[in-house]
């Protein structure tokens, strides 16, 4: 373990930003993050962990300490003929781990594949898409206290899993390290694939469903067409969340709107983010270094030497755009540094 000085995060974050790391440390082991939590640096410092960098917007320096999770392995803990208990260590990149899900004929993640990070950050956000999330399959995490190095478990109900949301993003933020999550999957098929999208890419391509691999496969490809990969052009995924309204609000809005897609579930009104900016004319809209995506309004991309103040500024131009054309308010997704 070494930790290194004034470190530039620029190849660490999916945007692109430059933005440097008064120190920065990358942490292999457990063994390691306890040597680490001694320190005196990492005790006297602002601390920063940081997972596969595809949720983070940068806005300045970092004051700190960032800590990079490099924790790795994937292991079976317990199985019989319906369930399977799979433990993987917090710096897995998530996709490797569907990867080895789909590749045992494990039901339960296919639909979340190619999100980008680490398994690590799967909890903090209850990661989600194509009519699955996290909290379908999580069992627990296992998590380091920063202040006091102690290690806890926390089981499912207690990670308080919601749309995009954790415990680990309210009143544990920034209290805890986590080292590896447990999911139970199950090897009788679970196929789950009522999402609209997901449905409709299926009937046309004429692909039968199998093993959970085929819903994998089709769920890479439709976000392959619809997200631009950050290799080539920087972003952080989906900037927004989709926005929950009420029975009432939706029947007013289709008064004026009745083309407002929308999804309900378990009596909740979800409306598309993407949908809102697109109809206030944002999609394909480029402001110098910055712009909203052409094919998927969500995503907000750097074209160059953008910092993430000019991010920062063309979400705020789109918020209000929002705000005033449909009297909705749409939040940031990802976390602001």
Request: hydrophobic share 40%; aromatic share 10%; net charge neutral.
């Given at each position: 373990?070494?930790?290194?000085?004034?470190?530039?995060?620029?190849?660490?974050?999916?945007?692109?930003?430059?933005?440097?790391?008064?120190?920065?440390?990358?942490?292999?082991?457990?063994?390691?993050?306890?040597?680490?939590?001694?320190?005196?640096?990492?005790?006297?410092?602002?601390?920063?962990?940081?997972?596969?960098?595809?949720?983070?917007?940068?806005?300045?320096?970092?004051?700190?300490?960032?800590?990079?999770?490099?924790?790795?392995?994937?292991?079976?803990?317990?199985?019989?003929?319906?369930?399977?208990?799979?433990?993987?260590?917090?710096?897995?990149?998530?996709?490797?781990?569907?990867?080895?899900?789909?590749?045992?004929?494990?039901?339960?993640?296919?639909?979340?594949?190619?999100?980008?990070?680490?398994?690590?950050?799967?909890?903090?956000?209850?990661?989600?898409?194509?009519?699955a999330e996290l909290k379908d399959t999580l069992y627990n995490v296992e998590a380091f206290e920063i202040e006091t190095g102690l290690k806890r478990?926390?089981?499912?109900?207690?990670?308080?899993?919601?749309?995009?949301?954790?415990?680990?993003?309210?009143?544990?933020?920034?209290?805890?390290?986590?080292?590896?999550?447990?999911?139970?999957?199950?090897?009788?098929?679970?196929?789950?694939?009522?999402?609209?999208?997901?449905?409709e890419y299926l009937e046309t391509n004429a692909i039968e469903i199998h093993n959970p691999k085929n819903i994998s496969d089709a769920v890479a490809?439709?976000?392959?067409?619809?997200?631009?990969?950050?290799?080539?052009?920087?972003?952080?995924?989906?900037?927004?969340?989709?926005?929950?309204?009420?029975?009432?609000?939706?029947?007013?809005?289709?008064?004026?709107?009745?083309?407002?897609?929308?999804?309900?579930?378990?009596?909740?009104?979800?409306?598309?983010?993407?949908?809102?900016?697109?109809?206030?004319?944002?999609?394909?809209?480029?402001?110098?270094?910055?712009?909203?995506?052409?094919?998927?309004?969500?995503?907000?991309?750097?074209?160059?030497?953008?910092?993430?103040?000019?991010?920062?500024?063309?979400?705020?131009?789109?918020?209000?755009?929002?705000?005033?054309?449909?009297?909705?308010?749409?939040?940031?997704?990802?976390?602001?540094?």
């Open positions: 373990m070494q930790i290194e000085s004034n470190f530039n995060l620029s190849k660490l974050n999916t945007f692109g930003i430059t933005a440097k790391a008064k120190f920065f440390v990358e942490v292999n082991s457990e063994e390691e993050l306890r040597e680490l939590f001694a320190d005196p640096i990492f005790v006297k410092n602002k601390k920063f962990f940081l997972g596969g960098g595809s949720n983070i917007l940068f806005t300045k320096d970092f004051d700190g300490i960032v800590v990079l999770n490099k924790l790795k392995g994937i292991e079976i803990k317990e199985e019989d003929s319906e369930i399977v208990m799979v433990r993987a260590l917090g710096g897995e990149i998530w996709h490797d781990l569907v990867i080895f899900a789909v590749n045992h004929r494990y039901w339960g993640i296919e639909n979340l594949s190619l999100i980008p990070g680490t398994v690590g950050a799967a909890p903090i956000q209850n990661i989600g898409a194509y009519g478990v926390f089981s499912q109900e207690e990670c308080r899993l919601g749309y995009r949301d954790s415990v680990f993003k309210n009143e544990l933020k920034n209290k805890y390290f986590i080292s590896a999550t447990t999911l139970k999957l199950s090897k009788k098929e679970k196929k789950n694939i009522s999402y609209k999208i997901l449905k490809s439709i976000r392959r067409s619809k997200l631009p990969d950050p290799k080539v052009i920087g972003n952080a995924g989906s900037f927004f969340k989709n926005v929950f309204i009420n029975r009432d609000q939706l029947e007013k809005l289709q008064g004026i709107y009745k083309e407002m897609p929308f999804f309900e579930e378990d009596e909740v009104i979800k409306i598309p983010a993407g949908w809102l900016i697109e109809q206030c004319g944002w999609k394909g809209k480029r402001l110098g270094n910055v712009g909203v995506h052409e094919k998927q309004a969500l995503v907000l991309v750097n074209y160059g030497e953008a910092t993430g103040s000019e991010i920062i500024e063309l979400a705020s131009k789109i918020i209000e755009s929002v705000k005033e054309k449909f009297d909705l308010t749409i939040m940031p997704e990802v976390n602001i540094v």
